[in-house]
């Protein structure tokens, strides 16, 4: 009994350790429990409810906000195309007017002077002054282009009245904001309460600007539920597409198109050129120039030169007013002839005469200038431009003399023309022409498909068929077919072959078609026709300085003329030009006016 009396107390004490292990257990599971409600509550929120955390622009992007920030539509630049305010206006430097609105504007670092041209005008604008000139008439500014550091400056203002763009700029967040009018836009209402303008589609992105009701946005592109827009201070961001309103839509501008002026009208039907080359002013009524001749349509005397003593642009003029009377009896136009070679006839110049007479904005414009006095004096129909020794530090004045002189012949009915070498010609002589670019500010572009070993140290053709007919090719591949001329050899290159000193040598005289023939067939030499050049060929040996000299030729006569003329037709080209009057063959007129009616 007092055994069975021990053992109780010591059950009923282990049985209440038993239930404070119990209460411990449920305790921890509870603790367990929260946590792990806690968690999930936690992660409900961090992936279902949005972020409400806010960052400025500047430094999210890292932007020094001082510095003016340029947005185009929905893209923000990078600030390498740095740009400035004062007094609210922005100042964008001409590097952003070229990327962006007009790549073909011109500054003169020299002068402080940019120059804008269209088809219709040319305008001018002087650092520092509240003038430009817009063809030679001025007009006011109220603020002026500027430079910096040797920069050129823009004032927003003077760009918009120059373009189809238009600006905004917002002083507090220093963000200039340009669009296009040429250009529709979308505008839409906040509809909600309030919306966040996050910096990516994603409710977890932090937020950049807070939006009220009726506040107006442009709207763009939109992503899954997000579009993206740009604020009316210039913030560019994402906003819930669902606290949108209605889309309004703003019209683009049409684009605004030269101004109607007297264009030139081209020649009906094919052109017909040949070069009159004159050596004084009296040859231009000798009797062999007042000969006419069929088919012709234009006459293009070389009157033109630089005075190469001036070393400022002047021209030096053998033109005479009875030689374009006596054309225009006969129902030509004249289009007369400004070329590179110096005033005495004898010695090209090369890139000096481009550098004097192109690289400076001022002799350009003093350049114009005499062309269009001389078209008034003369009563030209139109000027040929003939510049043969481009060199690359000129090839951006060479394409900006064309665009500021072709709105003036434009405006006045004139044609304007241009004289390239074939782009088969070595590169030093034809790489630097910009013939694509060149060919939207001429009426024609005459290639001039000779002279194909002119430099060489071996004998060969002048104008071999695949010579022309590859350069010809090329050329339309750049410049349209319908402004096109071929210009035809009406001369020959009688080369000559001597080994002196053990040393061949090998040099060529230029003469007139009936020359190169007779000095031929008269010695007996076998002349055949070579059917891949296209041309007859013919040699024969004989003694200069008690030494064989081998004399070759390869013939341009009329068989070899057609040949050419037929790739007018096949390219469909707007006409030819002969280099030069006067050493042609009767016949050769007679095939012209056949191909070129």
């Not at 806690?38 to 932007?63: C, K, N, R």
């Not at 000095?519 to 041309?535: H, M, N, T, V, Y």
Request: proline share 4%; glycine share 4%; aromatic share 12%.
């Amino acid at each position: 009994m007092r055994n069975d009396l021990k053992k109780r107390p010591q059950s009923g004490k282990r049985k209440r350790k038993k239930k404070k292990k119990s209460h411990a257990s449920i305790f921890i599971i509870w603790i367990f429990i929260f946590i792990a409600l806690g968690s999930v509550g936690y992660l409900a929120m961090y992936f279902f409810l949005p972020s409400y955390e806010s960052q400025d622009f500047h430094t999210y992007f890292g932007i020094d906000p001082n510095e003016v920030t340029i947005v185009i539509k929905d893209s923000r630049l990078t600030n390498e195309r740095r740009a400035f305010s004062s007094g609210g206006e922005v100042y964008f430097p001409l590097s952003f007017v070229t990327e962006y609105i007009d790549e073909y504007i011109f500054w003169d670092e020299a002068l402080s002077k940019a120059t804008v041209t269209a088809l219709d005008k040319v305008i001018r604008i002087k650092a520092d002054e509240l003038k430009y000139y817009i063809n030679d008439a001025p007009v006011e500014t109220s603020l002026p282009l500027v430079t910096q550091g040797g920069e050129a400056f823009m004032p927003s203002s003077m760009i918009a009245e120059l373009y189809q763009v238009e600006f905004s700029y917002s002083q507090r967040e220093n963000i200039a904001v340009m669009d296009y009018l040429t250009e529709p836009k979308q505008k839409r209402k906040i509809a909600a309460q309030t919306t966040n303008v996050r910096y990516k589609p994603d409710k977890k992105a932090l937020i950049e600007e807070r939006l009220m009701q009726d506040q107006q946005v442009f709207v763009y592109s939109e992503e899954d539920e997000y579009t993206r827009i740009r604020t009316e201070n210039g913030l560019l961001g994402y906003v819930l597409t669902r606290d949108l309103g209605l889309s309004e839509t703003i019209d683009a501008e049409p684009l605004i198109e030269p101004a109607a002026a007297a264009t030139y009208t081209p020649i009906n039907g094919k052109v017909n050129l040949v070069w009159d080359q004159m050596q004084y002013k009296e040859a231009n009524t000798t009797p062999e120039r007042l000969t006419p001749k069929g088919g012709l349509d234009v006459l293009s005397p070389t009157w033109f030169t630089f005075d190469v003593n001036s070393q400022n642009g002047d021209i030096l003029s053998i033109g005479d007013p009875a030689y374009v009377e006596w054309a225009h009896s006969q129902g030509y136009q004249v289009w007369a002839l400004l070329s590179d070679f110096s005033s005495d006839r004898s010695v090209l110049l090369h890139q000096e005469i481009i550098e004097m007479a192109l690289s400076d904005t001022d002799i350009r414009q003093h350049v114009i200038e005499q062309l269009l006095s001389f078209i008034a004096e003369y009563n030209l129909d139109g000027i040929n431009i003939d510049f043969e020794y481009l060199q690359k530090e000129y090839a951006d004045c060479y394409l900006q003399f064309f665009r500021e002189l072709y709105p003036y012949m434009r405006s006045r009915g004139k044609a304007l023309s241009v004289d390239v070498y074939n782009p088969d010609m070595p590169s030093y002589w034809s790489q630097y022409y910009n013939r694509s670019e060149v060919g939207k500010v001429v009426d024609y572009v005459c290639v001039m498909a000779y002279d194909e070993n002119a430099d060489s140290a071996a004998s060969g053709p002048n104008a071999s068929f695949s010579f022309v007919d590859l350069g010809i090719s090329q050329t339309v591949s750049e410049v349209p077919s319908e402004k096109v001329i071929l210009g035809l050899p009406f001369f020959v290159r009688v080369w000559t072959e001597k080994t002196v000193d053990g040393v061949l040598k090998c040099t060529n005289e230029a003469v007139d078609m009936q020359t190169a023939y007779s000095q031929f067939a008269s010695r007996g030499a076998e002349i055949r026709w070579d059917d891949a050049l296209k041309c007859y060929y013919s040699e024969y040996i004989t003694q200069e300085d008690g030494v064989d000299a081998l004399k070759r030729v390869w013939l341009e006569e009329a068989a070899s003329i057609e040949e050419k003329l037929k790739l007018v037709e096949l390219y469909d080209l707007a006409g030819v030009a002969g280099w030069r009057r006067g050493l042609e063959t009767d016949d050769v007129w007679s095939l012209i006016e056949e191909y070129i009616p």
